[in-house]
Nanobody, 125 residues
Framework: VQLQASGGGLVQAGGSLRLSCAAS????????MGWFRQAPGKEREFVGA???????????DYADSVKGRFTISRDNAKNTVYLQMNSLKPEDTAVYYC????????????????WGQGTLVTVSS
């Protein structure tokens, strides 16, 4: 599986961005998809992850720091997963990575099989 993340940019605090992660491969439906982020000088951390079955989401989890503000969704026809980020804060500034793991949900970096290349999100105060 190859992952291509996009959608990062500069936004003011309180604003919104939507990140996209396009996945290649015919077995996309068997992968749990997640998002991680890495701020300068910090370790990569979990943001959110989801797993689908039959086109319906049946598991989703988010880091406490983004609950209620970030939402993961998916377009099966495009093999694309999205991260909608609302009410952004300066502390959300980081490089965001999409991640995939077959038959499981990637909630830790050690559980990720595939990484996207990262997209930078900068939130100004």
């Amino acid at each position: 599986v190859q992952l291509q993340a996009s959608g990062g940019g500069l936004v003011q605090a309180g604003g919104s961005l939507r990140l996209s992660c396009a996945a290649s491969g015919r077995t996309f439906s068997s992968y749990g998809m997640g998002w991680f982020r890495q701020a300068p000088g910090k370790e990569r951390e979990f943001v959110g992850a989801s797993r689908w079955s039959g086109g319906n989401i049946y598991y989703v989890d988010y880091a406490d720091s983004v609950k209620g503000r970030f939402t993961i969704s998916r377009d099966n026809a495009k093999n694309t997963v999205y991260l909608q980020m609302n009410s952004l804060k300066p502390e959300d500034t980081a490089v965001y990575y999409c991640a995939a793991a077959r038959f499981r949900i990637p909630t830790m970096t050690s559980g990720v099989e595939y990484w996207g290349q990262g997209t930078l999100v900068t939130v100004s105060s």
